[in-house]
């Protein structure tokens, strides 16, 4: 009852109010959250609709024919146990480098009604037992000491998720820097400087802006979407999109270990990712480093994984989630710091007035409060010579911070224009009524991770 008369309040609350300063989100969200018992609530799927029906997903090309799907082919899960026939099929791709290190994991579901694929980024440290034994290790070295190559590594995330994969796919690290750079290199562009971990090197620096990606780097970027403070979650998605979209009329050579073949394209309305990064917990056991997650809930994920009902989807991809990476780069900015690139900026004043507008997809979000925006009018006014746009960056943000949300929608599509990196399904199609922000503001900002018995 506590719980639906704070709801009730907010929806009252007036234009000015619902701008809350961290004070009053911590002090409103502690009556919310009476914590009692664990739940699951702390993935955040992301949407991007593909370029057109029919492009060809490598990973997926198999699966298509009924005859290939429904009749012929039975899977097996963890415990080697027969799976009945399904029209949801899973994947695993696998990219491993010179000393047989898994860096890249990526495992894909696929609706063959639906024509959907949904994919999750297993970050390579993960606490794995290998082989799907009781010896864990990093996921990283599932092939490695695994005593069946590629099927341990299927094996390995089988177990780690229980739940059974249909298909797996290893490639070498030379064959997927080969078929990149049979185009000439993947065209990507990264809204900051980022410095992430790599495979044949320490690191890779990369600059804001356009890029042009070789194997390696489009390998790295995926990994950086599933550690800490690197790169934000959506990229994982973007990079795939780019990818097929770039790679589509290109041959591709099918990966030596795998048991699937790659001679018939499926067709894909949309794929959707999923990410592990709000539930993960960097863990020391043995002076060696491991991500872990909590009992159950990768098991819990694998179930939203393969999951293609239209409930499910509503509430999963309308909302999106809270952006801790950026908010704290935002609260953390003082006067003397360097200044976030024009791109950076623009993204964050998207982020901030998710809550004020109305779209078919929106991703991350920063709680809209007068501190942060006073961060961004302070940083655009010391750095004007910096900024090809200041003048329209500070007319939106002084309106804001004068409570003026009157042409939010045209504001945020104006910043989107400019970054000129998204798709039509984050345009704003209007504002946002008061109740509908307030909803908003507990579907992403006060999201239970606690629940009662």
């Known amino acids: 009852m506590e719980d639906k008369r704070i709801k009730k309040q907010f929806f009252k609350k007036s234009e000015q109010e619902l701008i809350f300063t961290q004070e009053d989100r911590n002090r409103v969200f502690e009556q919310i959250h009476q914590p009692k018992k664990k739940s699951f609530i702390s993935f955040a799927p992301l949407t991007i609709s593909l370029l057109a029906l029919g492009i060809c997903l490598l990973l997926l090309r198999p699966l298509i024919l009924p005859e290939n799907v429904q009749q012929e ?38 609706s063959t009604e ?17 082989d799907g034994t009781a010896s864990y290790d990093k996921l990283a070295f599932a092939y490695m000491n695994g005593s069946e190559g590629a099927e341990s590594v299927r094996k390995t995330v089988s177990t780690l998720f229980d739940m059974p994969i249909d298909y797996y796919a290893v490639m070498d690290l030379s064959e997927v820097s080969t078929w990149i750079d049979s185009v000439g290199g993947i065209e990507y562009n990264l809204p900051e400087d980022i410095r992430v971990r790599a495979i044949t090197q320490v690191g890779i620096d990369f600059e804001s802006g356009s890029q042009r990606l070789n194997g390696e780097e489009v390998v790295v970027l995926m990994m950086a979407t599933t550690e800490l403070d690197t790169l934000d979650r959506e990229h994982l998605v973007k990079l795939l999109n780019a990818v097929i979209d770039q790679t589509k009329n290109t041959p591709f050579t099918a990966p030596r270990e795998t048991n699937m073949s790659f001679d018939n394209p499926v067709e894909i309305d949309s794929i959707q990712g999923f990410s592990l990064l709000d539930a993960l917990t960097p863990t020391t056991l043995d002076e060696k480093y491991y991500v872990t997650f909590e009992e159950g809930y990768l098991k819990y994920i694998g179930e939203k994984l393969t999951t293609f009902d239209a409930s499910n989807r509503a509430v999963l991809t309308t909302d999106g989630w809270e952006n801790k990476l950026y908010t704290n780069k935002l609260d953390k900015w003082k006067n003397g710091d360097k200044p976030f690139a024009d791109n950076l900026l623009e993204e964050m004043m998207q982020q901030l007035v998710q809550q004020k507008i109305i779209a078919d997809n929106k991703k991350g979000a920063i709680m809209l409060t007068p501190e942060r925006i006073a961060i961004l009018q302070q940083m655009v006014e010391e750095n004007k010579e910096l900024y090809a746009h200041h003048a329209t960056y500070l007319a939106i943000l002084n309106r804001w911070q004068k409570g003026d949300f009157s042409t939010v929608d045209a504001d945020h599509n104006v910043l989107m224009q400019m970054q000129g990196t998204k798709t039509s399904d984050g345009i704003a199609t209007g504002i946002a009524s008061k109740e509908q922000e307030a909803r908003y503001l507990f579907q992403v900002f006060a999201k239970e991770e606690e629940g009662a018995e």
């Open 73 to 110: 082919y039975t899977g097996t899960d963890a415990n080697d146990a027969v799976v009945k026939e399904d029209k949801v099929i899973t994947t695993l791709f696998s990219v491993k480098d010179a000393e047989n290190r898994i860096h890249l994991n990526l495992l894909f579901a696929y």
């Open 114 to 130: 639906k024509k959907t694929a949904n994919v999750l980024a297993i970050p390579r440290d993960t606490y794995a037992p290998i």
